[in-house]
T-cell receptor, first 112, second 113 residues
Framework: EADIYQTPRYLVIGTGKKITLECSQTMGHDKMYWYQQDPGMELHLIHYSYGVNSTEKGDLSSESTVSRIRTEHFPLTLESARPSHTSQYLC???????????FGEGSRLTVL | GEDVEQSLFLSVREGDSSVINCTYTDSSSTYLYWYKQEPGAGLQLLTYIFSNMDMKQDQRLTVLLNKKDKHLSLRIADTQTGDSAIYFCAEKDSGAGSYQLTFGKGTKLSVIP
């Protein structure tokens, strides 16, 4: 079982609020990722990190930001949430050689 | 860029075999993966195959890789209602600095009791 945790699992907030989605892993993986999953199931990479103090934007443009101050922690922040940010957000980390991804359970965000 | 294609839906009867197909475009793929996602959960790795293999079997799961046709399949024998989920195919290429997987859009498997 993967040791990667996301909180909160579910969040309903109003427009304009600032939110942070937490992601932590205890496997010591250097590489971590955030995916956004739309209702049609497709996964979109929005952020990734190759290690501490390294963050990059993914394939899908996102208004969110991330930070990587510690190896085990990769939080995602939305400064001002909008209804268009309503989605499922999945955090993952990967094994170095095979590239195998371990996913958290996801954070389902609803912005009213 | 790389592309991974899957059919979106598959419906089978309980006890039958399910075959989920995937095609990819990147000829330098090194690892190919199958992930399962149950409702409200994250993705769980089912199995992966290295590109120099043709087949891998793990209990009820059989993965077939046709590297010439860039075709990957996942066969689930004796499909159960608990197998109902979304199945994602993914590939990792061998390019320098390539640490990301390319995912298909997912195949929703429905098992009819």
């Amino acid at each position: 079982e993967a040791d990667i945790y996301q909180t909160p699992r579910y969040l309903v907030i109003g427009t304009g609020k600032k939110i942070t989605l937490e992601c932590s892993q205890t496997m010591g993986h250097d590489k971590m990722y955030w995916y956004q999953q739309d209702p049609g199931m497709e996964l979109h990479l929005i952020h990734y990190s190759y290690g501490v103090n390294s963050t990059e934007k993914g394939d899908l443009s996102s208004e969110s930001t991330v930070s990587r101050i510690r190896t085990e922690h990769f939080p995602l922040t939305l400064e001002s949430a909008r209804p268009s940010h309503t989605s499922q957000y999945l955090c993952a980390s990967s094994v170095e050689n095979t590239g195998e991804l371990f996913f958290g359970e996801g954070s389902r965000l609803t912005v009213l | 860029g790389e592309d991974v294609e899957q059919s979106l839906f598959l419906s089978v009867r309980e006890g039958d075999s399910s075959v989920i197909n995937c095609t990819y475009t990147d000829s330098s793929s090194t690892y190919l993966y199958w992930y399962k996602q149950e409702p409200g959960a994250g993705l769980q790795l089912l199995t992966y195959i290295f590109s120099n293999m043709d087949m891998k079997q793990d209990q009820r799961l059989t993965v077939l890789l046709n590297k010439k046709d860039k075709h990957l399949s996942l066969r689930i024998a004796d499909t159960q209602t608990g197998d109902s989920a979304i199945y994602f195919c993914a590939e990792k290429d061998s390019g320098a600095g390539s640490y990301q997987l390319t995912f298909g859009k997912g195949t929703k498997l429905s098992v009819i009791p």
